[in-house]
């Protein structure tokens, strides 16, 4: 892609302005308390460590965000890549909810606008942005990474991007309740640490790995696939952007970082369509459909992953009935 294709700013369409109290808000959830948590997680440990107990519990909440924010969030509520029953829609959304990234719909008015305008003017978050020059790529990733929560003066308009979001009565009541999401995602860490260790030392050792060090670990990793998975990696399919794939996002994001296949066909219900390529937010989908909760999945076509393949993509699956 050339530089001339990128700028910093974008265009206003599909955008609202967001106010000074609400980017300040913006700064301190989603940029400052991200980078002191894992500081404060080392001063931690070296002072009085981390028990089983501690992990168990952040491990637990780890996986409960990220399927939210993958299957709930993005696969289903964004690109609707499956169907599901109402109670998993909304735990799903509920689970979504608990990584502290916003309410749902504000989540897939901005990703939409990612996948409409990706790495050209209008993208939320390009790690091109700036040029592809050294410099200019380093400060792009950081804009992509985290930066541009701040600097953005225009958020995606809700109304513009996700109008069958806010038609639908189940989602203007999680959006309306997200504070209270929000207070489960330390609350619920806290109250089983509690419980567990019978003590209110419990509590708040549980609170600080399974609610902070667990929020900011999920933010870092979620926001690779915009940074890192825009950046490096291999790209075995055509697409006007430079999504790619990189393994270890995938692994910790749970299937996200096999991002090349997703802006090739975003409503696909399984991003890692290759040999070798580790799923498990699409395996989740597949016990849901197979249990009888999900339904109508896109699953990926072989015809159409064909036709979008590049140069490097020789071990395509010759199969697109799931992971
Ligand atoms: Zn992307
Ligand atoms: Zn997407």
Redesign the pocket.
């Known amino acids: 892609m050339s530089t001339s294709a990128r700028r910093s700013d974008p265009p206003a369409a599909g955008t609202v302005t967001v106010s000074t109290g609400r980017r300040t808000a913006y700064l301190i959830v989603l940029v400052v308390i991200p980078l002191v948590a894992p500081a404060a997680a080392v001063v931690a440990v070296w002072g009085w460590g981390i028990g089983p107990r501690d992990l168990v519990i952040a491990a637990l909440m780890y996986a409960v965000s990220i399927f939210g924010i993958s299957v709930g969030y993005?696969r289903l509520l964004?690109?609707r890549s499956f169907r599901c029953r109402r109670p998993l829609r909304i735990a799903l959304a509920v689970a979504g909810g608990l990584a502290l990234q916003g309410p749902v719909s504000l989540w897939a008015a901005e990703?939409r606008r990612h996948?409409k305008y990706a790495d050209r003017p209008g993208d939320p978050h390009s790690p091109w942005a700036y040029g592809d020059s050294g410099r200019a790529l380093l400060r792009g990733l950081l804009h992509a990474h985290m930066v541009w929560f701040y600097t953005a003066r225009r958020r995606s308009d809700r109304r513009h991007w996700v109008p069958d979001l806010l038609a639908d009565p189940d989602i203007r009541w999680l959006d309306a309740l997200y504070p209270v999401t929000a207070a489960a995602s330390f609350l619920l860490p806290a109250a089983a640490g509690g419980l567990w260790a019978g003590s209110w030392a419990g509590a708040w050792s549980a609170l600080f790995w399974g609610g902070l060090v667990r929020y900011a670990v999920v933010h870092h990793v979620t926001w690779s696939v915009n940074s890192i998975a825009h950046t490096f990696g291999d790209r075995e399919f055509d697409t006007r952007d430079s999504s790619s794939n990189v393994w270890w996002v995938a692994l910790l994001t749970f299937g996200e970082g096999w991002h090349n296949w997703?802006h090739a066909e975003?409503t696909c219900a399984r991003h890692g369509v290759r040999k070798g390529q580790l799923d498990a937010s699409a395996r989740l989908i597949r016990m849901f459909e197979r249990v009888g909760w999900a339904h109508d999945v896109r699953w990926p076509d072989p015809r159409r992953m064909a036709a979008r393949r590049g140069p490097a993509a020789d071990d395509i699956e010759p199969s697109g009935a799931g992971p």
Do not use: A, E, G, Y
Request: net charge neutral; charged share 0%.
């Open positions: 993005h964004t690109h990703h996948h997703h975003p």
